[in-house]
């Protein structure tokens, strides 16, 4: 994996928090985030369906954990201040 490629995460994940914020049901995140990552994917390798197929899955994949990840950190900090 290239370094550009590792850019398409967090532009992914702010992607899909402004969808979140538009209304989007938030449970169908993680599937919107493997669709758009396979749409970057292809589009990123010049439409070579396969290859893009498999970088979007793994960008998806990658912007969704790191999303869920990071919403549990703060959720977890933001109780750690109620309880102090």
Do not use: T
């Not at 993680?30 to 070579?48: A, H, K, Q, R, T």
């Not at 498999?54 to 969704?64: K, M, P, T």
């Amino acid at each position: 994996m290239e370094y550009i490629e590792l850019v398409l995460v967090p532009i992914l994940i702010g992607v899909l928090e402004a969808i979140k914020r538009a209304g989007f049901n938030s449970k169908f995140i993680p599937i919107l985030s493997i669709v758009l990552g396979i749409l970057i994917g292809v589009f990123y390798s010049g439409f070579d369906i396969r290859e893009g197929a498999i970088l979007g899955v793994y960008i998806g994949l990658s912007a969704v954990g790191l999303y869920s990840g990071s919403k549990a950190v703060v959720q977890g900090v933001k109780q750690k201040k109620k309880i102090e």
